[in-house]
């Protein structure tokens, strides 16, 4: 009597150990099995069984049959994988697909390792596979949620300089509108009055200066406000010959290399475009008009496989410091002891609402500015 009720506890024991291991193998979506190599079936424990949908029984489940569950993209690799175990004595680890058959596809991790047992036994497998499907999925949430939110701060960004520019745009306009208007309105008139011909178009380029302010600063102001720009078409070579014009007041003797593509720009807003230009070429021309070989070249050229034109300017100053190269863009970041640090923030606003993209680098002689530009522009 004794050694039945010793019998029985065992039972008893063993029973709950079992239950107990299942009802781990569950919570995290571990299976077991054991695989021999003559009888080419496994044991499966009950969880790995409800992984692959299996029904929950003690039936042992023949190679062919699992290998017949595995992904048909998977398939051919995961075999290799399986005789490769079985010829090493090394530990394999795979994560592939599965389709259950219900039809659903899982995403199980396998680990498998080769025991050799002795004594003239075969050799068995054995190993757990861990249905981690669901954790892909989080991480994939996770990744996607990332990317949103990166994309959220761009835009963010985008907005708060949009923002600082409708701003700054207002500010200029009330309080440069009345400066600039009596500025054209006196050159024009001394322009009338003078006889020296050198004076007369002195003036004139005044007055021709005075009145592009006053529209840059107009078409600023309506860009940011309504997100519109007004829609033009230009050639390329001819904006930069007229931007050179208006960059070099002050920096007589800069010797200027043209490489210029005539391309046609349709769609985009000529006087913005053409003050990114100025902003670049004068930044170019103030680095090196102390130099005697002072050089400033513009090459533009089409951008292969791309409807983009892309505009460089560089010279043969001192370059740009490293530490400052990421943040050459921000706003109040300046190259110059002087600067303010408007000027490329400004071209980069402008350059980014007409689609395109704008970015510095040192050269080797100097600093390089490049922008790509749409040919054609929608907005």
């Known amino acids: 009597m004794p050694h039945r009720t010793s019998l029985e506890a065992a039972l008893k024991k063993l029973h709950t150990q079992e239950r107990l291991t299942d009802e ?49 993209e998977d398939r051919s690799w995961f075999r290799e994988a399986w005789i490769r175990a079985w010829r090493s004595a090394e530990r394999s680890e795979t994560e592939h697909r599965i389709v259950r058959t219900d039809g659903a596809v899982r995403h199980v991790h396998a680990w498998g390792q080769l025991l050799q047992q002795g004594d003239g036994e075969p050799a068995i497998m054995v190993g757990t596979v861990q249905d981690v499907t669901d954790r892909l999925v989080r991480e994939k949430l996770i990744v996607d949620q990332a990317e949103q939110l990166r994309a959220m701060e761009a ?100 010797a200027f290399e043209l490489d210029l593509a005539g391309e046609e720009i349709y769609g985009a807003d000529r006087v913005q475009i053409q003050q990114v230009l100025v902003n670049l070429i004068r930044n170019a021309c103030q680095a090196v008009k102390t130099r005697s070989d002072g050089k400033v070249r513009i090459a533009t050229s089409k951008v292969p496989a791309a409807d983009f034109i892309r505009i460089c300017i560089s010279d043969n100053g001192a370059g740009i410091p490293e530490a400052l190269l990421p943040r050459v863009f921000d706003s109040g970041v300046s190259t110059k002891e002087s600067g303010m640090g408007l000027g490329l923030s400004i071209s980069r606003t402008i350059v980014e609402a007409h689609g395109g993209r704008i970015w510095a680098e040192n050269g080797a002689e100097g600093a390089r500015f490049l922008f790509d530009l749409p040919l054609r522009t929608a907005h």
């Open 24 to 72: 781990a193998q569950r919570i995290a979506s571990i299976g077991t099995y054991i695989h021999d190599s003559v009888s080419d079936e496994g044991i499966w424990s009950r969880q790995l069984k409800r992984i692959f949908g299996l029904p929950d029984d003690d039936a042992p489940v023949a190679t062919e049959c699992f290998m017949g569950m595995i992904h048909p």
């Open 155 to 254: 835009e963010l960004l985008y907005l708060s300089r949009q923002s600082a520019m409708g701003t700054m745009a207002s500010t200029l306009a009330h309080e440069l509108n009345q400066p600039l208007t009596a500025i054209t309105f006196y050159a024009a008139a001394l322009k009338r009055g003078e006889q020296d011909q050198r004076r007369r178009d002195m003036l004139g380029t005044l007055e021709e200066n005075a009145l592009r302010a006053g529209e840059i600063i107009r078409r600023l102001r309506l860009s940011v406000e309504t997100g519109v720009a007004k829609k033009e078409r230009f050639r390329c070579d001819e904006l930069v010959n007229e931007a050179i014009t208006f960059s070099t007041i002050g920096c007589e003797g800069v």
